[in-house]
């Protein structure tokens, strides 16, 4: 693949022969899918035209070389997701599951952002030990809510904060009563005199 840089503006067209080569205009060279997960990779923004008909073929393309990168490669997309992705065709809420998807890998490369931005910066620590904590936490808390225990902690807490103030609260009468007790023995002391 020629590696000329790509000018922003319009997509790079790239047009697909009936012989199943793929033609890079922007390059003038032939490529193949690797290349363009290569350039999907590195932000590179192309249409995939059918070179007899025009036709956008883009989808097709993409989906393509998502198939051979788990036919090929590590596989990323779990049978579950996959099933579930399948058992939405044809369903009511087919028409909402590409903004959903988009929505929902925007969110995660926003998050895998915060994250890279975290190890860069250095000021959080470590900011995977920070995750596990939350993660944790929200473990804990989601268990103790099945199980009741959360309730009984919470009760537990209050119960402790309530016998502490009452402990404060004795002292300081004690000594409110010390402090009454020693004026009125100075009192009479004068008194006896």
Known sequence: MANKKHVEGDPIVIKKYANRRLYNTHSSSYITLDDLAQ????????TVVDAK????ITHAILTQIIVEEETNGEQMLP???LRDLISMYGNSMQAMMPSYLEASMA???ANQAK???????GMAGNPLAKMAETNLAMMRAATNAFTGQGAADREAGKSAAR???TAD???QELASMREQMAAMQKKL???GK
């Open 189 to 191: 002391d004068e008194l």
């Open 39 to 46: 350039m999907t990779r590195e932000g590179v923004d192309f």
């Open 107 to 109: 969110n995660f490369r």
């Open 169 to 171: 609260e004795t002292a």
């Open 163 to 165: 016998a502490e103030s």
């Open 115 to 121: 994250i890279a931005e975290a190890w860069q910066s």
């Open 53 to 56: 008909s025009g036709d956008d």
């Open 79 to 81: 049978v579950s997701f």
